[in-house]
């Protein structure tokens, strides 16, 4: 018996026209975690605003201020480590 034809009708593809082996755009890694922690540090300091009227409140703006300052001290280290891998005296 003959299989039934599918009434889907395909159309033929189109070659992209980007080639298949594109080498990736240079990427600014630096700059892009640098936009990472501003942005993490913006959340915090909206948290640390809007601190609430809820007994848990209080607990969410004490933890809002400690993780912001540990995400302080990450950039310096972060900073230091770039100096020091580009030859730098790891000061800032």
């Known amino acids: 018996m003959a ?3 599918s009434p889907v009708i395909r159309f033929p593809r189109r ?3 980007i080639p298949k082996i594109c080498p990736p755009p240079p ?3 630096q700059g892009d975690a640098e ?3 501003s942005l993490l540090a913006d959340v915090f300091d909206e948290l640390i605003r809007k601190k609430g009227e809820h007994p848990e409140g209080l607990l969410v703006h004490a933890a809002a201020l400690f993780a912001k300052d540990l995400l302080e001290e990450m950039v310096v280290l972060y900073r230091q ?3 020091e891998a580009q030859g ?3 000061h800032v």
Request: contains cysteine.
């Open 35 to 37: 936009l990472r922690a």
């Open 88 to 90: 730098g005296s790891g």
């Open 15 to 17: 070659q992209s026209p």
């Open 3 to 5: 299989e039934p034809r």
């Open 81 to 83: 480590a770039l100096c």
């Open 27 to 29: 990427r600014d890694t």
